[in-house]
Nanobody, 125 residues
Framework: QVQLVESGGGLVQPGGSLRLSCAAS????????IGWFRQAPGKEREGVSY????????FYADSVKGRFTISRDNAENTVYLQMNSLKPEDTAVYYC??????????????????WGQGALVTVSE
């Protein structure tokens, strides 16, 4: 059983930066691939980024490529999402999720067994 807790959300102006953290407890994080997802008001949840267990593979949604960077520190049991050049359309609740077995596309939600409670990111003047 893995418990995931996101932190680092908040209010930021357009063009600003935030770093989200996803801290795990209950199990070692290096047993899991991690995905970041987000859900904007009135929209469906979507995949933002993904990192494999050993950090060898990462993926990004086209909308965040070149602006967001995913990384992990297995020793600290934490995964990070560095978000730069933030835009109002990045406003959403951001969730991290853990998968022990990735069998389909990185953004396929059913393969992620554990989810955090979400962190709100608001990009606004």
């Amino acid at each position: 059983q893995v418990q995931l807790v996101e932190s680092g959300g908040g209010l930021v102006q357009p063009g600003g930066s935030l770093r989200l953290s996803c801290a795990a407890s209950g199990s070692t994080l290096d047993d899991y691939a991690i995905g970041w997802f987000r859900q904007a008001p009135g929209k469906e949840r979507e995949g933002v980024s993904y990192i494999s267990r050993n950090s060898g593979t990462t993926f990004y949604a086209d909308s965040v490529k070149g602006r967001f960077t995913i990384s992990r520190d297995n020793a600290e049991n934490t995964v990070y999402l560095q978000m730069n050049s933030l835009k109002p359309e990045d406003t959403a609740v951001y969730y991290c999720a853990a998968s022990s077995t990735v069998v389909r596309a990185w953004y396929w939600e059913p393969q992620f067994e554990y989810w955090g409670q979400g962190a709100l990111v608001t990009v606004s003047e």
